[in-house]
């Protein structure tokens, strides 16, 4: 396997990277994001009493099916097994926050599987509460950490 990875050929064009010369070790990530919400429809969620039903569970659901259908999703990602999906929907006072660690064992890592499902989750809390408020913004979705591969540990700080 090349020095470094690369997702351009010689000629430019895009590819997957081969990771078949790579060890598999286990290898998680975690990413966050916020899904923004007037105090009103807070108050309607707290209540449980949104139109649509119980958006944090559906969010948490769509988080799963968001890990699972990344490799359909972004292009150059690694379809990849994964061995856990564990996800955090909070109602806080100005929205949703949202957390998602995911594990497998591979040769490349679970980033944007982790981004996706919150992406995914956080496009769900928006479509679950549109009817009563058309002002909710998904924001700050980022990896918190990741672990295990060759570039070892990482953690935001």
């Known amino acids: 396997m ?24 286990v290898r ?3 990413a966050s994001g916020r899904v923004l919400l007037t105090p009103a429809t807070v108050d309607l969620l707290r209540a449980g009493a949104n139109p649509k039903g119980d958006v944090l569970s559906v ?22 097994p994964l061995h ?14 949202l957390s998602v660690t995911v594990r497998t064992a591979e040769r490349t890592g679970v980033e944007m599987e982790a981004l996706t499902a919150v992406a995914v ?6 479509d679950m509460v549109k009817a009563v408020e058309r002002t909710a913004v998904l924001s700050d979705v980022r990896i918190e950490a990741k672990s295990g591969g060759r570039s070892g540990d990482w953690t935001r700080t």
């Open 2 to 25: 090349a020095d470094r990875l690369t997702h351009l050929r010689e000629d430019g064009a895009a590819q997957m990277v081969d990771v078949s010369a790579k060890a598999v070790t």
């Open 28 to 30: 998680s990530a975690t």
């Open 59 to 80: 969010a948490r659901l769509a988080a799963v099916t968001g890990a699972k259908q990344t490799a359909f999703l972004i292009p150059l990602c690694h379809p990849l």
């Open 84 to 97: 856990a999906v564990d996800v955090d929907a909070v109602l806080l006072d100005d929205g949703v926050h």
């Open 121 to 126: 989750a956080g496009l769900t809390v928006i």
